[in-house]
């Protein structure tokens, strides 16, 4: 059973991919991300058809170890059912994070800046975002920049985690912690 720290992180992720905020993730919401994604890049045509690619390999990924009842939408309470199920995936967790590090890192340099990482969160957030505090605690070397090793790290803590002190608790930006 998923704890309210989950719950609430795992929420606020889920809620910024819900495009029309519905309860609901289809594959339209997936679709919207990724123009709101793209809107705040560099457009480049093979980058682009990569992105897409990615996220909507993500919303498949998503589909089927999330969609119980199989009606092609996923609930919240069905995310926290495979979140349960996390510390058993780690071929999932990994996956997902090579191909989100690669959708991040836009000019494909093997690292993901500061900028990078800004446009990652105004992307999921829909609106500009400052993440000169929240980039620090991610940088784990202080180098300014994420490894992949770092990324999967990160991206592991906060799918599979349920510790608030873990530097991947923040990999989706800030939001507010349960209290008690």
């Known amino acids: ?3 309210e720290f989950q719950r609430r992180k ?5 809620n910024a991919m ?3 905020s519905d309860g609901l993730l289809e594959q339209a919401d997936f679709e919207a991300l990724t123009e709101r994604w793209l809107a705040v890049r560099d457009r480049e045509p093979e980058r682009d058809a990569r992105l897409k690619a990615i996220m909507m390999g993500w919303w498949d990924t998503l589909l089927h170890t999330s969609d119980v009842n199989r009606d092609h939408k996923v609930t919240l309470d069905e995310v926290l059912l ?3 199920r996390l510390h058993a995936m780690a071929d999932v967790i990994a996956g997902t ?3 989100m590090f690669e959708a991040i890192d836009e000019n494909g340099d093997g690292e993901i800046s500061g900028d990078e990482y800004r446009r990652l969160i105004e992307a999921w957030s829909g609106k500009r975002v400052n993440t000169d505090e929240v980039f620090p605690l991610l940088d784990s070397d ?3 920049r994420l490894s992949k090793a770092e990324f999967a790290e990160l991206w592991t803590e906060f799918w599979a985690g349920d510790d608030p002190e873990a ?3 923040w990999v989706f930006g800030r939001f507010e912690l349960p209290v008690g």
Do not use: H, K, L, Q
């Open 142 to 144: 202080g180098d300014g």
């Open 167 to 169: 530097r991947g608790t």
């Open 82 to 84: 495979v979140v349960d």
């Open 1 to 3: 059973m998923s704890t």
């Open 10 to 14: 795992i929420a606020g992720v889920f």
């Open 97 to 99: 994070a090579r191909a």
């Open 18 to 20: 819900d495009a029309n």
